[in-house]
Antibody, heavy 118, light 108 residues
Framework: QVQLQESGPGLVKPSETLSLTCSVSGGSVTLGSFYWGWIRQPPGKGLEWIGYVYYSGTTYYNPSLKSRVTISVDTSRDQFSLKLSSVTAADTALYYC??????????WGQGTLVTVSS | EVVLTQSPAILSVSPGERATLSCRASQSVGSNLAWYQQRPGQAPRLLIYGASIRATGIPAKFSGSGSGTEFTLSISSLQSEDFAVYFC???????????FGQGTKLEI
């Protein structure tokens, strides 16, 4: 069974860059049928798709975040990463990594809370 | 951007009864709609994709229907573990512009 696990700092200062990594086990990121992505959920609110990456490095991003987001993949480690620059308090959220299959998300990590605060 | 509107925001139902949740899209998304369940403190879990196809391991008590702009998730014989928040998500656009509904909280 595929498992995903997010890791990274839980506190980021305003204007800095948020960096998270997702480690995949029970399957390889190079499986050709899947994309690997990030979704966030501000406290008490709904879900927002951030973007995803294919093992080849092809990426797609939410237009509302595109100017600040970079998602990359490390096939040698079966990991993919999220960088979100120039963060503000509005970026405080639970960040999930997930496996995308034909547009929907069939496996999710447990999520990691990132707080933006000085 | 496709806006998904879920109703009601909160649905109160008794155990053993049936719940019907709605998701309306601001424009047609065909059958490119998924439903997720999120229990407190847990990650979302995929229930339905393709508007009506149950994901692996999801019991038949969960059923999805609809196409275009109107979708429904039905849950029969409600048990305590079914009381959660349910989200819909569309994946119609290409390049992707995926969006989620704001959620329906199913409470006892």
């Amino acid at each position: 069974q595929v498992q995903l696990q997010e890791s990274g700092p839980g506190l980021v200062k305003p204007s800095e860059t948020l960096s998270l990594t997702c480690s995949v086990s029970g399957g390889s990121v190079t499986l050709g049928s899947f994309y690997w992505g990030w979704i966030r959920q501000p406290p008490g609110k709904g879900l927002e798709w951030i973007g995803y990456v294919y093992y080849s490095g092809t990426t797609y991003y939410n237009p509302s975040l595109k100017s600040r987001v970079t998602i990359s993949v490390d096939t040698s480690r079966d990991q993919f990463s999220l960088k979100l620059s120039s963060v503000t308090a509005a970026d405080t959220a639970l960040y999930y990594c997930a496996r995308h299959r034909n547009g929907y998300n069939d496996y999710w990590g447990q999520g990691t809370l990132v707080t933006v605060s000085s | 951007e496709v806006v998904l509107t879920q109703s009601p925001a909160i649905l109160s139902v008794s155990p053993g009864e049936r719940a019907t949740l709605s998701c309306r899209a601001s424009q047609s998304v065909g059958s490119n709609l998924a439903w997720y369940q999120q229990r407190p403190g847990q990650a979302p879990r995929l229930l339905i994709y393709g508007a009506s196809i149950r994901a692996t391991g999801i019991p038949a008590k969960f059923s999805g229907s609809g196409s275009g702009t109107e979708f429904t998730l039905s849950i029969s014989s409600l048990q305590s573990e079914d009381f959660a928040v349910y989200f819909c998500q569309q994946y119609y656009n290409w390049p992707p512009r995926y969006t989620f509904g704001q959620g329906t909280k199913l409470e006892i």
